[in-house]
């Protein structure tokens, strides 16, 4: 389906991504975390083929997509700020999606247009940032390309709205299953659609592995200093602050009964799951180290 191999790419001087690999044979709802300048829009832009790769390889079904017009028939790719024409309404989109997609579906089109409430006659310079993600959204759902990939999907979304893009993409996944890449730097608001998720970080892909995995990570321990310090043994401490007697710590590790057990109640500790997004902040903040042991 999609395979990448040591992929490294170069603004100028500015290294954006460098010995990038993730392959995926199956049709999945995948997540991109990270954070701002990790290289999500760079990634999704290669393997779109809107950029050339400096090194290493990238296939989707078995094209190389840069320079490739045979791409266009596998890969949709809904840009952030797509390039929408200033004279466009939501009718040109619709021509505009039928024209350049094999596998596009009117019906589908018109039907998410009820769902998300779009008015067919308004140009879409005047719409604003959620109607603009909602034409984003039908566009790449109605193109049902076997590899499509939107860039902060659910960005300016209410609650409402985001909820019947959930259900719209479940909805149409299941009937037509893809490989769909969504990038986000909020995990909770696509990780409920994800399968797997991959984490980018200094230019790199540093996780990529199933949602409930991932979700498993990240340790809160608080208590004394010493009782923390002796339960998290050689664990990776990826946050610590120290307040008054008091230390608390994040480890990047998965709850087991070694932390979980009564005892540590006992010696007043305190000991919960972190939730995913937090997690994911410490794991990839600068000058994460290393735990030595006591
Ligand atoms: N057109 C460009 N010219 C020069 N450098 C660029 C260009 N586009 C991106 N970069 C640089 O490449 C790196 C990766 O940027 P990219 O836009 O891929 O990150 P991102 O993860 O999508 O960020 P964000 O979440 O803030 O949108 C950053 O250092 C950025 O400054």
Redesign the pocket.
């Known amino acids: 389906m999609i395979d990448i191999q040591d992929l490294s790419f ?3 001087n ?4 460098e010995n990038v690999s993730l392959k995926e044979t199956e049709p999945i709802i995948t997540g991109l975390w ?12 290669l393997i779109s083929g809107l950029e050339q790769p400096n090194q290493g390889k990238i296939s989707i079904n078995g094209i190389t997509p840069y320079n490739n017009s045979e791409a266009m028939n596998h890969v949709t790719f809904m840009q ?1 700020d797509h390039p929408f024409s200033d004279l466009w309404d939501v009718e040109d989109v619709l021509r505009f999606g039928a024209y350049f997609n094999e596998n596009w579906d009117q019906a589908f089109a018109e039907y998410l247009l009820e769902v998300f409430e779009l008015p067919r006659k308004k140009k879409i310079r005047q719409f604003s940032k959620g109607m603009k993600t909602m034409i984003k959204i039908t566009l790449g759902l109605a193109s049902k390309a076997p590899v499509t990939i939107m ?2 999907p659910s960005n300016g979304l209410d609650a409402h709205m985001r909820k019947q893009f959930y259900d719209v993409l479940l909805d149409t996944y299941e009937e037509h299953p893809r490989f769909i890449l969504l ?1 986000t ?1 909020h995990i909770e608001e696509i990780e409920p659609l994800c399968e797997k998720i991959a984490v ?1 970080d200094q ?1 790199t892909i540093i996780r990529y592995e199933d949602t409930e995995d991932l979700k498993r990570h990240g340790v809160l321990i608080t208590g004394p200093f010493e009782a923390v310090k002796s339960v998290i043994g050689n664990s990776r401490v990826i946050d610590e602050r120290r307040i008054g007697k008091q230390l608390h710590v994040m480890i990047d590790d998965s709850l087991h009964m070694d932390l979980g057990v009564k005892e540590n109640e006992a010696a007043g500790l305190t000991i919960e799951k972190a939730p995913l997004q937090d997690y994911l902040v410490n794991l990839t903040k600068k000058g994460t180290k290393k735990h030595e042991h006591a």
Not at 14 to 17: I, K, N, R, S
Not at 34 to 45: D, E, F, I, V
């Open positions: 170069s603004y100028g500015v290294t954006a991504l990270g954070r701002n300048g990790s290289g999500k829009t760079t990634l999704m832009k952030e860039d902060e990038s730097h980018i230019q």
